[in-house]
T-cell receptor, first 114, second 115 residues
Framework: AQKVTQAQTEISVVEKEDVTLDCVYE???????LFWYKQPPSGELVFLIR??????QNEISGRYSWNFQKSTSSFNFTITASQVVDSAVYFC???????????FGTGTRLKVLA | EAGVAQSPRYKIIEKRQSVAFWCNPI?????LYWYQQILGQGPKLLIQ????????DSQLPKDRFSAERLKGVDSTLKIQPAKLEDSAVYLC?????????????FGPGTRLTVT
C-alpha cells in the first residue's frame, strides 16, 4: 500500500540556518511521482517540485534543493539560509500510476525565527 | 493566470445543518479534485472529476457528502447533514489533465467549523 511519512512534526530554526525536511514513501509501483508543497498561514498549497521515479538527479532551485534516493525511498527537502518567509507547513506527496491521486504525508511545520 | 477560486473562505454551521462549497478551477483544466484537510493532517482526496465525470469517489462519505461538476467547469461540494467531525478545511484543486506528470494547483480552501 502507498504511504508517505514525514516524521518531523515541527522544526524551529534561527534565520540563516540550513534545514532539511525528511520524506519517506512506500509504494509497490515502479512508476510514480513525488511532490513537495508549501502551505503558508493563508492556507493555499503552493507547488514546489515534482520528481518522477526514473529521475534520481538532485535538483536545486535558488535556496531550495531536493535529494531523491530510491534506495532508501526518501525525497528530502533542504532550505539553505532559511528566512522568516519560509515559515509554513510543508507536505510531501506521492502519486502512483493507475490512480494518479495524491497521497499526502502529515506535514512538517517549519518555524524560522528572526 | 487566475488561480483556483473557492468560496466561501469560512463557514460556521451547527450540526445537522447543510452547507455547500463552490470551486472554480484554472481555465482549461480538465481535472478537478476536492480534498478534506483535518487540522494537523495532510489533505485527503474526497472526489476527483475528469471534465464532468467522476473518476474516483472512493473516500467520499456518500451518505452525507455529494459533489457535482455539471458543465465540466465549476464544481460544488455539499454536506447534508453536517457532523462535528466534518470540521476541516475543504480544498479544491485542478490539473490540466489526469496523469502522473500533471501537478495539481490548489485553491485557498474553505474552513468549515461545525458546532
Amino acid at each position: 500500500a502507498q504511504k508517505v511519512t514525514q516524521a518531523q512534526t515541527e522544526i524551529s530554526v534561527v534565520e540563516k540556518e540550513d534545514v532539511t525536511l525528511d520524506c519517506v514513501y512506500e509504494t509497490r509501483d515502479t512508476t510514480y511521482y513525488l511532490f513537495w508543497y508549501k502551505q503558508p498561514p493563508s492556507g493555499e498549497l503552493v507547488f514546489l517540485i515534482r520528481r518522477n521515479s526514473f529521475d534520481e538527479q538532485n535538483e536545486i532551485s535558488g535556496r531550495y534543493s531536493w535529494n531523491f534516493q530510491k534506495s532508501t525511498s526518501s525525497f528530502n527537502f533542504t532550505i539553505t539560509a532559511s528566512q522568516v518567509v519560509d515559515s509554513a507547513v510543508y507536505f510531501c506527496a506521492l502519486s502512483e500510476g493507475g490512480t494518479y491521486k495524491y497521497i499526502f504525508g502529515t506535514g512538517t511545520r517549519l518555524k524560522v525565527l528572526a | 493566470e487566475a488561480g483556483v477560486a473557492q468560496s466561501p473562505r469560512y463557514k460556521i454551521i451547527e450540526k445537522r445543518q447543510s452547507v455547500a462549497f463552490w470551486c472554480n478551477p484554472i481555465s482549461g483544466h480538465a481535472t478537478l479534485y476536492w480534498y478534506q484537510q483535518i487540522l494537523g493532517q495532510g489533505p485527503k482526496l474526497l472526489i476527483q472529476f475528469q471534465n464532468n465525470g467522476v473518476v474516483d469517489d472512493s473516500q467520499l462519505p456518500k451518505d452525507r457528502f455529494s459533489a457535482e461538476r455539471l458543465k465540466g467547469v465549476d464544481s460544488t461540494l455539499k454536506i447534508q447533514p453536517a457532523k462535528l467531525e466534518d470540521s476541516a478545511v475543504y480544498l479544491c484543486a485542478s490539473s490540466l489533465k489526469q496523469g502522473l506528470s500533471y501537478e495539481q494547483y490548489f485553491g485557498p480552501g474553505t474552513r468549515l467549523t461545525v458546532t
